[in-house]
């Protein structure tokens, strides 16, 4: 029988010290408008060591963004427009001890140290994302960003989405009583108190006049 992961304290401390000189820094999300095209960077993620010792224990991290597109209107609600998304994933590899990422599109990057995966991390997305042809207004963009643990079955699957292939739970080809095992692996790992980041932000109004 597969067994997941352990988590053992051993790793949890070296996790810790690998990323102490960044403890300090917090985590964050910004949204900033260049020549109207919006710019997404997180910083921070890894600074105070939880998730580089859940990698080391053998739980990948999932990356998911959503940017989201609003519409100002002073009479009611804003509008939603439309919205962009997409995911990266981060896991260590114990047999070459160093870190993967792997972004949507496939593209697959190793990082020798914590601190190397950081600054990848921290590299800003620029998202072309805009109003539908001849649209006039205010506008915003709104930016969610979650940080998630994943287990072993959860990595398989979300690995091939980003290559582009298309997963069993997609498909309806899926075991039943796989995905069973998998959502209760996925309460034991909230149960368990593992570290979860959810961070938003919104950008500055973008005005599209009449012209």
């Known amino acids: 029988m597969r067994r997941g992961p352990i ?62 597109l609003w519409k100002v209107r002073a009479s009611w609600f804003d509008q939603f427009v439309r919205e962009a998304s997409w995911d990266a994933v981060a896991r260590h590899d114990p047999l070459a001890d160093d870190f993967v990422l792997i972004r949507t599109g496939g593209s697959v990057t190793r990082y020798a140290t914590p601190e190397e995966l950081a600054r990848a991390l921290d590299i800003p997305y620029s998202v072309t994302l805009r109003p539908a042809g001849g649209a006039r207004g205010r506008f915003y963009f709104l930016c969610r960003l979650d940080v998630t643990t994943l287990n072993d079955s959860d990595l398989e699957e979300l690995s091939r989405w980003l290559k582009g292939d298309v997963g069993p739970a997609v498909s309806g080809e899926g075991n039943f009583g796989g995905a069973l095992a998998r959502g209760a692996q996925r309460v034991l790992v909230r149960i368990a108190g593992l570290p979860r980041q959810r961070l938003e932000a919104r950008s500055s109004i973008l005005r599209i006049d009449d012209r």
């Open 7 to 68: 988590l053992c304290a051993g790793a949890l401390l070296a996790g810790a010290a690998a990323v102490s000189s960044a403890a300090a820094q917090a985590p964050s999300l910004t949204v900033t408008l260049q020549s109207a095209v919006p710019r997404v960077q997180s910083t921070g993620l890894l600074a105070d060591g939880r998730f580089i010792a859940l990698m080391r224990s053998g739980f990948p991290l999932r990356l998911h963004y959503r940017l989201e």
